[in-house]
């Protein structure tokens, strides 16, 4: 099932343009200011808690298993970025129990198109972008593989091509891996969401299940990885449960496109409906389900702080939260949904000029390619999914245009996603280290350090970097400032001399963010590549882009014109271009330099306010622009016992936030609308004063109390239902 005839061989499907369920399901949100990225990772919603379910049913009836079987499912923006989920889980869970394997994985790739970007130079398995898949394009390739070799992991992608006689023989291949302990996955991105028993689910008995756009009928990014409980165990601690995790996934505008197309498959009277008729019912049921289905950690904590985190209406810098007494709060929204947005959530000319006059004739694609070159000089925009689809498409083409030099310099505390590439761009040891082989020529320097200049200046002596690729302000990190001047004027003195490339990451900072239009403003004089996500999408839809030079873009397509071509078409979708274009319109029409350049003032002198004693729970804090940065402490004894980065200090900052400043801020950053009005900015600042004076003990306690309260008022209500024990049935 192709949804673009037209397409070149081998070349992967295209998104189509949204029809009018697409537009119907937006049209919905955005009037009924439901919130679409109420946050990354924590938000459950009845939406995806049903999407979840509908999904554990689909992939059941694949697999003709008996009903009560169970799965869990993660959602990603794409088929490839279930795919490097799939990856990762798989890598992560045998490397405890099988580590000869060295994290390789088999793949049979008919098309080579996976082989073509975890490999754009084809420089083999082990110098790869994404090193370790062994890919293959026929089945007997594939045997030849296997001989000999330990692998974690078994990958099938499109099975539809197989005939009976190869299909017979994968499940040969399935059954002799299997005995070495390896795990067998199954891409079904293209199965129509109405499609009986299918023969390679029933014959394959697969640990995972990748399914893709088919569900959303190709019209919203979307992409899912699925199975036992069993194989999702590396994921099911508090320390694990978010350790894969992109900003889009699970959004409601693709939940709620999956539910449209899967519903049908099961009539009126069947049991299906039931299950997600109780769960919009009842939000303990929804919890139940998602728990279920989906990720009982972000339940855990959801139950935890008794519906802090249940966002309910979303709508401009305003957030309502329905805590599990029935009370509702109105909330600043000090998140953003992680910095989405320009003019907030469902902004009234989203529905009036976006969707309500959208024509899918018009080509909105190349329109936002014009806009972005003007806007920022690069004139070739390859159109993405996500933040992270953004990074791995520009750290892509980079190595495309510099294929003699395989280096690539990332400093210290950067975040690039978490898809097999975006993760080198992801500086934190700990978040890269379950998921080798990773790309080994790479090398993270400490911006911070007195030698940081030296350090950088030794490295692109060697001639070997190809790219430099800079996040100019962390939002998600342990550093406290902006990576310093002298460091970047080292980058730009060496970009003319050794000829390496330089990419910025605006991902978070686009648009006014930090202050500026774009963050390297004033700080970086010339650049070669950019991602850009959170602020394209107007809060609505999940877009990105990455843009590149002329000159990166002629020598990439020197190198490899197939995958050039195929990563400049294969994400662009005329809907999400249109809401990108709103966006940058906006910027200007709301007056955001000017009213960024007064309110930034405010929020710096609230948290240069922060009282940074040594009793206090505040330690090092910034601001640049809209967005504020604090580290949470516990000094004294009180240290021994609580960990300023665990379970309990994030929850207790949470509530006070909640409670005491009506703000939403979930842990230790601030993301503030770009149009929230003074008064709301000073609440904010205000909040951030009287948390800085309030000890680590007053803190704990508030937050103890306000459990205990909910506790109480839960009492006078029947009690929330029990997660039940998640099956460990096979697929």
């Known amino acids: 099932m192709n949804p673009n005839p037209h397409a070149a061989p081998g070349q992967a499907p295209h998104l189509r343009p949204a029809g009018p369920q697409t537009l119907r399901i937006l049209a919905d949100l955005i009037a009924q200011e439901q919130p679409v990225f109420a946050m990354p990772s924590w938000f459950v919603s009845t939406e995806s808690a049903q ?27 794409s088929r490839y970025e279930a795919l490097h989920g799939a990856v990762k889980l798989l890598r992560h869970r045998a490397a405890a129990t099988a580590p000869a394997h060295q994290g390789r994985i088999l793949v049979l790739d ?101 399914l893709g756009e088919s569900l959303t009928g190709y019209e919203v990014p979307f992409g899912a990885f699925t199975g036992t409980h069993d194989t999702f165990a590396p994921w099911t601690t508090p320390k694990t449960g978010f350790l894969h995790s992109n900003t889009y996934g699970g959004n409601s505008v ?49 139950r ?23 009370r509702e709060l109105d909330l600043v929204d000090g998140l953003c949904g992680a910095g989405l947005g320009v003019a907030g959530h469902n902004p009234a000319d989203a529905l009036t000029d976006v969707v309500r006059d959208h024509d899918p004739a018009r080509d909105h694609v190349r329109e936002l390619e014009q806009v972005l070159a003007r806007e920022t000089g690069l004139p070739h925009t390859f159109p993405a999914v996500s933040g992270a689809s953004a990074v791995e498409s520009a750290i892509t083409l980079a190595r495309l245009a510099r294929p003699g030099k395989r280096r690539i310099v990332v400093f210290k505390h950067n975040y690039g996603g978490k898809t097999l590439v975006s993760l080198l761009a992801t500086a934190a040891g700990r978040t890269r280290a379950p998921f080798g082989p990773l790309y080994d020529d790479i090398r993270y320097i400490d911006p911070f350090t007195p030698h940081a200049v030296d350090d950088f200046r030794k490295e692109a002596a060697t001639g070997e970097i190809g790219l430099v690729w800079i996040e100019l302000v962390h939002g ?30 605006e991902i978070l900072t686009s648009y006014y963010r930090c202050g500026t239009r774009f963050a390297h403003h004033g700080r970086l004089p ?25 000159e990166v873009y002629d020598a990439a397509r020197r190198t490899n014109p197939q995958l050039v071509e195929e990563l400049r078409t294969h994400h662009a979708h005329a809907l999400g271009a249109h809401f990108a274009l709103q966006a940058i319109r906006q910027v200007d029409a709301l007056g955001l330099p000017e009213r960024v350049r007064a309110l930034s003032d405010l929020v710096a002198a609230g948290l240069a306010a922060m009282d940074t004693g040594p009793r206090g729970v505040i330690g090092r ?85 306000f459990r205990l309260g909910q506790r109480l008022s839960g009492a006078l209500k029947p009690g929330p239902s029990r997660t039940p024990a998640p099956s460990r049935s096979t697929v």
């Open 110 to 210: 008919p098309d080579g198109t996976l082989a073509r970007r975890t490999d754009p130079l084809g420089e083999g398995p082990d110098r790869a972008l994404a090193p370790g898949l062994l890919t293959h394009t026929t089945v007997a390739g594939l045997r030849t593989a296997l001989h000999g070799t330990t692998v974690c992991g078994l990958v099938v992608r499109a099975p539809e091509l197989l005939d009976a006689g190869a299909l017979a023989a994968v499940v040969e291949l399935a059954r002799t891996a299997r005995a070495t302990g390896a795990r067998v996955v199954v891409d079904l991105s293209d199965i129509a969401p109405d499609s009986p028993a299918d023969p390679a689910v029933t014959a394959l008995r697969p640990d995972l299940v990748v």
């Open 476 to 505: 998600s990190s342990d550093a406290y400032a902006p990576i310093p001047g002298p460091l970047l004027d080292a980058v730009t003195a060496g970009r003319a001399e050794h000829g390496y490339l330089v990419g910025v990451d």
């Open 51 to 77: 999407a979840g379910h509908l999904v554990s049913e689909f992939v059941r009836e694949l697999g003709g298993r008996p009903a009560g079987t169970h799965y869990r499912s993660f959602f990603a923006n």
């Open 254 to 302: 693709a939940m709620r496109a999956v539910g449209a197309r899967l519903r049908p498959r099961w009539d009126a009277a069947a049991p299906v409906h039931r299950v997600l008729a109780a769960a919009a019912a009842d939000r303990q049921a929804t919890l139940d389900l998602y728990a279920r289905h989906v990720n009982p950690m972000a339940v855990r904590m959801h």
């Open 621 to 705: 804090r910034f601001a640049e622009g809209m967005l504020g940065r604090f580290e949470p402490r516990v000094p004294g004894a009180l240290g021994r016992f609580v960990d300023p980065e665990g379970e309990w200090m994030t929850y207790a900052l949470i509530l006070w936030w909640i409670n005491r400043a009506r703000a939403f801020v979930v842990y230790d950053v601030v993301l503030l609308p770009l149009t929230a009005t003074e008064r709301e900015i000073f609440q904010v600042m205000r909040g951030a004063r009287r948390l800085s004076r309030t000890g680590p003990a007053r803190l704990l306690a508030h937050a103890a109390l």
């Open 304 to 326: 935890k702080l008794h519906g802090a985190l249940n966002v309910v209406r979303a709508k401009g810098s305003r957030l309502t939260v329905r805590l599990d007494s029935g």
């Open 526 to 550: 010339a650049i070669d590549l950019m991602s850009l996500s959170k602020a394209l999408s107007y809060g609505c839809f999940p877009t990105g882009a990455a843009l590149v030079s002329n």
